[in-house]
C-alpha cells in the first residue's frame, strides 16, 4: 500500500471526498501509538493526509430516507449535524465531527417540531498527535408514531395490527 506522508503542520484535508476509503487508511494508519506516529522524538511529525471522522453512526433504515433525518452530535457547547447516506437500502450511515476528539452525544430525529427516534449513551472519540480516532456506534430507533407524517405499508392496506417493516 503506497501512502502519502506530509507534516501535520500547515496540511490541508480533502474536502470528504472517498469517505470510506479515507476511515479504512485512518483506521490502520493511525492505529499505532503516539510515539509511532512521531518517528524520531526530536524529528517533524508526520501524518497521512487523510480526513477522519470522530463518529460513525448506523442504524436501521426507517420508512424515510436517511436525508430526511435529522442525527445530530452535542459535546458540551459544540454541535455537529452528521450527514446521512443511505448504506444499503436497509441501513442509514451517518458521519461528522471531523478531526474532533470529543465525547459526544448522539440523538435521531424526524420532522418539525421534531420526534426523537434514538439518544445515544455518552461516546468518546480520542486521538493521536495526527488524526482523531473514529468511534462507530450502532443505534436501534424507535418505530416511527403515526401522526409522523410517513405512510408506511400497513397504512397502505396492509394485515389490520400488522407492524410495518423498515424499509
Known amino acids: 500500500m503506497l501512502a502519502t506522508l506530509v507534516a501535520c503542520a500547515g496540511a490541508t484535508r480533502p474536502d470528504g471526498d472517498g469517505l470510506h476509503q479515507q476511515t479504512s487508511d485512518v483506521s490502520h ?3 499505532s501509538p503516539p510515539e509511532q506516529d512521531a ?8 501524518c497521512t493526509f487523510n480526513l477522519a471522522y470522530g463518529l460513525n453512526v448506523m442504524f436501521e433504515k426507517p420508512a424515510v430516507a436517511c ?6 452530535a452535542t459535546d458540551g457547547g459544540y454541535t455537529d449535524t452528521l450527514h446521512c447516506d443511505d448504506f444499503d437500502g436497509a441501513h442509514c450511515n451517518c458521519y461528522g465531527a471531523e478531526e474532533r476528539p470529543g465525547t459526544y452525544q448522539i440523538t435521531v430525529s424526524l420532522g418539525n417540531p421534531p420526534i426523537e427516534l434514538a439518544r445515544s449513551e455518552p461516546v468518546t472519540a480520542t486521538s493521536t498527535p495526527c488524526h482523531v480516532v473514529g468511534q462507530s456506534v450502532v443505534l436501534q430507533l424507535l418505530p416511527l408514531p403515526t401522526d409522523a407524517g410517513v405512510a408506511t405499508p400497513s397504512d397502505a392496506g396492509g394485515a389490520p395490527g400488522a407492524d410495518a417493516a423498515p424499509q
Open 39 to 46: 518517528g524520531v522524538n526530536d524529528g517533524p511529525l508526520d
Open 29 to 31: 494508519a493511525d492505529a
Open 67 to 72: 436525508g430526511e433525518l435529522s442525527v445530530v
